[in-house]
């Protein structure tokens, strides 16, 4: 992220004035007719139209197998905006966003629908004076990935070999691979087209304006810091909590799983946020590299740790806000036998002077009671406990701070307060911010952040390379060892409850408790 | 859905009612009142800071019951800024859906420009949606902060409703004296056994609290205290207006007496008509427990307690403890052999807001509750005898 960039933009005139102005620039996006695109992408581009935030004669040319001209891409798009924007279509600026928006049908691996794009990219330099600038969105699945970036290198002036006007730059969506060797065969594909600088590896996680703040909270306040380490901090829980099922993504996530679909990725990056020492500049480089030297500190696990450190599960038939839903093996495109987990369990160390046998537990699951990504950061307990013989000790809960992600993201401490009367009487209180209450504007989505970074050509809140590989590699023992070990008696938790036993086990064994959410 | 907005006296009240609703969306529209309610505040940039102490569940199986609750519970909304679900189930209904209606109070204290707020989420529960409420009621819950279910009805015989809200609970609450018999009693106390972990408060130990108060006075740190260990007659007589025929609360009072002054309930039998004896090694206790008329209190309250006691030379102590006219005046009569004594209090109303207040601060685990429950219980088995 630039300096400059609002943190909670509501956009309008003056936030898009301040900021630098952007060049001109075409946004290729591979599959268009996706329901990314659909849902996100579109409704995101026509808020950033709406607060005057995209650069002047900015096109977007929608690239996908649908048999589509430029008016049904635009009819489409329209409806996307209308069902997914979270502000209502202002026609005469949709008027103006619609006329930017055009359509190339072709397969990827054909270099004729290539050679289009290229043509129609030059049509529109030509028309709009785009400068050569381009920004490929690859919404698609890995698998296609050679075929486009082929086709690019092919006819779209893209490589080392090529001498072009304007940059390119490619945003990639996950996963990025689906273990080490093959997220680094996915690098290597990208290199091949683009400097790495070029890349913008997307997590929507770190586009939202809460795991943003993280960075602000930690690092603008000069309370927190000090005792934000080993000698004060008990442990770290990090939950990214799911109450749907796997809806329509079922062939998607039962060959990929909770670990690779939340884990390494999402929850990595949130502890990496928590956990990294402060950067010497807020830029992307100097942020990045502070993350990767979490994750190259994070302990491995292999063989039996991975038993003792982690717990699986997947959902049984069960409950959730009043209605009856389908256990995972019951899913759409689910096998019925499938040892896919859906729940994931962890405790992982991060062997740095800052966080010495500090435990941070990450769990994520679906079916779960309720949605809610948060990290908590349980404080020690005071060195004495000056009420014990007086008060209810029950009572005398540890201290706790909470930074939600979502819903209701905020921020909440947990402190002993006592009950005004006599005798001493001590209760937990919790004083809680709330970033929408307090704020009163609208955040802007994560996508739009992220698109607007990669158009200005800022990386910091994009996932580099290396750090997609040092992910990868902490997640490797584990992936080994559940393929190697028989899986657990599956399904092992109710749908509607917090997973199965072995989650708390985890923590009890170390004598903590998951955080009641 | 509807929407309204009421403000007097520094309190702001926003409502919002809506049907056929998911966890999702009640949460969402809470969050949403309290943007409004932050726009709202004297601060004007809304600064919303929420301040919680706990999560109050209220379990209720009729509107009248519900909107009781509901006032107790506004009650307690400026020193206790909680959120409050109370809830409606209707088993009965063919379809599960879920109605909710909800209330943020927001409290401005004087010269802080600072808002205390409660959250009071009424949810009508129907169908088989009614048999998971498990289901609702986590995801509405405000994290990490304890989480006080008030069950203001009868046990009922089906305990897995019951079982769902006690494993919710840090902290269950419920009122003895609205169990349909005093056998509701031993269903607590099969609960508790089945749950070790939980605590259990009842608002009917709370009226009772005058009583024990009263009776540690006269009887502990007196003369009288020396006589104690002999007791031999225990008469109790409770309320009974509409047809009463047992008290939970004389009971419960039993129970207490047994635990404080070491009595042995288990080998309890009922004697003729409303006595019963406990046998004890140094000779057996009798106890009488009759239901009589008595205007200004609810059925089963106690109205008198009297306990007499050997003092030798064929003389007796005793001490007898009565309400007198007012329902909220007790008198207290010693009896010794060196002398007798009366003393006089006023007690403090018993009403819900007030009690539920004990429950809140009190510490949750009450042994002595603990103690009296589980006493009381071979005296319930034997009076059903």
């Not at chain 1, 006329?99 to 190339?104: A, K, P």
């Not at chain 1, 795991?211 to 000090?226: H, S, Y």
């Not at chain 2, 907005?5 to 409502?15: N, Q, R, V």
């Not at chain 2, 004890?280 to 009589?292: A, F, L, T």
Request: glycine residues 8%; aromatic residues 8%; contains cysteine.
């Amino acid at each position: 992220m630039s300096a400059g960039t609002p943190l909670s933009a509501s956009g309008g005139p003056s936030a898009a004035a301040a900021e630098e102005a952007l060049e001109p620039c075409a946004m290729v996006i591979f599959g268009a007719s996706g329901d990314l695109t659909h849902r996100m992408l579109l409704p995101a581009l026509y808020n950033l139209a709406l607060d005057r935030r995209l650069p002047p004669r900015f096109a977007v040319v929608g690239f996908a197998r649908s048999d589509w001209t430029d008016d049904e891409f635009r009819r489409r798009a329209r409806q996307s905006v209308q069902q997914f924007s979270r502000r209502p279509v202002d026609d005469a600026v949709w008027e103006s966003f619609a006329n930017s928006l055009f359509f190339v049908s072709g397969e990827y691996h054909q270099p004729q629908a290539h050679a289009r794009l290229a043509a129609l990219l030059k049509k529109v330099e030509k028309e709009r004076g785009t400068g050569g600038n381009h920004l490929y969105y690859l919404a698609l699945p890995p698998t296609t990935f050679p075929l486009i970036i082929g086709g690019l290198q092919k006819t779209g002036g893209i490589g080392r070999d090529h001498q072009r006007d304007g940059w390119a730059r490619v945003i990639v969506e996950k996963p990025f691979g689906a273990d080490l060797e093959s997220a680094r065969e996915l690098n290597r594909q990208v290199h091949n087209a683009f400097r790495e600088d070029d890349v913008y590896r997307i997590d929507h996680y770190l586009g939202k304006e809460t795991v943003q703040n993280i960075l602000v909270f930690r690092f603008a306040n000069g309370i927190f810091e000090p005792i934000w380490n080993r000698r004060y901090v008990d442990h770290v829980q990090i939950t990214v909590a799911e109450s749907i099922g796997v809806g329509q993504r079922g062939s998607y996530y039962d060959a990929t799983g909770a670990l690779r679909d939340i884990v390494q990725n999402h929850m990595l990056q949130l502890l990496s946020l928590v956990a990294m020492e402060p950067p010497i500049a807020f830029n992307g480089r100097a942020v990045r590299n502070e993350k990767v030297k979490v994750l190259h500190a994070v302990r491995h696990l292999a063989g039996e740790e991975v038993d003792a450190a982690t717990a699986r599960g997947q959902y049984a038939r069960g409950w959730i806000s009043g209605q009856e839903v389908p256990g995972y093996r019951e899913e759409d495109n689910v096998s019925p036998h499938s040892a896919t987990e859906t729940f994931v369990a962890l405790r992982l160390f991060v062997d740095s002077w800052r966080w010495a046998d500090v435990p941070f537990y990450l769990r994520t699951g679906k079916r779960l009671p309720k949605r809610s990504t948060e990290i908590a950061v349980q404080f020690k307990r005071a060195p004495h406990l000056l009420f014990r013989d007086i008060a209810d000790v029950s009572a005398m809960e540890p201290n706790f701070l909470t930074i939600r992600i979502q819903p209701n993201e905020g921020i909440s401490i947990k402190f002993l307060t006592k009950v005004p009367g006599s005798p001493v009487r001590i209760r937990p209180a919790n004083m809680d911010f709330i970033y929408g209450a307090s704020f009163l504007v609208q955040a802007p989505s994560a996508y739009e952040t992220l698109i607007l970074d990669a158009l200005r050509g800022d990386a910091t809140l994009f996932t580099r390379a290396d750090e997609v590989e040092a992910a990868w590699s902490i997640m490797a023992g584990v992936l080994e060892r559940w393929q190697s070990a028989p899986p657990p008696a599956f399904p092992d938790y109710e749908a509607g409850t917090w997973g199965p036993a072995g989650a708390d086990a985890l923590v009890e064994r170390d004598g903590r408790e998951w955080r009641r959410l | 859905m509807a929407q309204a907005l009421s403000a007097e006296d520094g309190e702001i009240t926003l409502t919002w009612s809506g049907t056929a609703l998911d966890t999702a969306r009640i949460e969402s529209e809470l969050v949403r009142l309290r943007r409004l309610a932050a726009g709202e505040s004297p601060a004007g940039e809304g600064f919303a800071i929420r301040t919680s102490l706990l999560n109050m569940v209220v379990h209720a199986d009729n509107r009248e019951r519900a909107r009781a609750a509901g006032q107790a519970i506004a009650g307690l909304a400026g020193h206790h800024p909680s959120r409050a679900l109370i809830i409606i189930t209707k088993p009965a209904s063919a379809a599960p859906r879920i109605d909710a209606r909800l209330a943020a109070h927001c409290h401005t204290t004087p010269g802080l420009e600072q808002q205390v707020c409660c959250e009071e989420v009424t949810l009508t529960v129907r169908g088989p949606a009614a048999g998971h409420l498990h289901s609702i009621i986590i995801p509405l819950l405000v994290p990490d902060l304890p989480v006080y279910v008030w069950w203001t009805g009868p046990l009922p015989r089906e305990r897995h409703a019951l079982q769902e809200m006690l494993e919710t609970a840090d902290h269950f609450i419920v009122d003895s004296a609205r169990f349909a018999s005093a056998n509701g009693l031993l269903k607590l106390a099969q609960l508790c056994e089945a749950n070790p972990g939980c605590s259990i408060g009842d608002l009917n130990w709370e009226r009772l609290e005058p009583w024990r108060e009263m009776l540690v006075r006269q009887c502990e740190g007196t003369s009288l205290r020396r006589y104690l260990p002999d007791v031999r007659d225990v008469k109790i007589a409770f309320a009974s207006n509409r047809g009463a025929q047992a008290s939970a609360q004389a009971f419960l009072l039993l129970g207490w007496l047994a635990s404080r002054w070491g009595w042995d309930t288990a080998g309890a039998i009922r004697a003729d008509g409303d006595a019963m004896s406990l046998p004890q090694d140094g000779g057996d206790i009798s106890v009488e427990m009759r239901p009589r008329p008595y205007a200004g209190v609810e059925d089963g309250w106690l109205v008198s307690l009297s306990l007499r006691c050997p003092a030798g030379g064929g003389r007796d102590a005793s001490i007898s403890v009565s309400r007198i006219g007012d329902p909220l005046h007790l008198v207290v009569h010693v009896q010794e052999p060196e002398g007798s004594l009366e003393d006089h209090a006023l007690t403090e109303p018993c009403d819900e807001p007030g009690m539920l207040l004990k429950q809140l601060v009190a510490p949750r685990h009450n042994p002595e509750y603990a103690d009296a429950l589980r006493l009381a219980v071979p005296l319930v088995e034997a009076a059903r005898r």
